[in-house]
Nanobody
Framework: VQLQASGGGLVQAGGSLTLSCSASGFTLDHYAIGWFRQAPGEEREGVSCISSSGGKRVYADSVKGRFTISRDNAKNTVYLQMNSLKPEDTAVYYC????????????????WGQGTLVTVSS
């Protein structure tokens, strides 16, 4: 079971990026998927979660109104659209999946992607 986060990069403040989380070895459509981030020297922070059907979406207060999580189960991929990016959004972003759990919040995440770096310049 592997998760792969991609789509990170360098962007100016106010810009946008879309991250993707794809899976190999299992299908995502039965599971809620979460996005997390970790900035240098800081603890990992939950950013967003989407239920298996996509009907429930949860966001951290710090990204509400700017980030949108979505999923395409046919493509086995979950996305994080990030708009109006700020320098404080700079972090390594990870996607994660539980062994069991189809809705948000997820009690425990068991599978983690390797992370993709987002750098927002001021």
């Amino acid at each position: 079971v592997q998760l792969q986060a991609s789509g990170g990069g360098l962007v100016q403040a106010g810009g946008s990026l879309t991250l993707s989380c794809s899976a190999s070895g299992f299908t995502l459509d039965h599971y809620a998927i979460g996005w997390f981030r970790q900035a240098p020297g800081e603890e990992r922070e939950g950013v967003s979660c989407i239920s298996s059907s996509g009907g429930k979406r949860v966001y951290a207060d710090s990204v509400k109104g700017r980030f949108t999580i979505s999923r395409d189960n046919a493509k086995n991929t979950v996305y994080l659209q990030m708009n109006s990016l700020k320098p404080e959004d700079t972090a390594v972003y990870y996607c994660a999946a539980p062994i069991y759990g189809f809705t948000c919040p997820v009690l425990e995440y068991d599978y983690w992607g390797q992370g993709t770096l987002v750098t927002v310049s001021s």
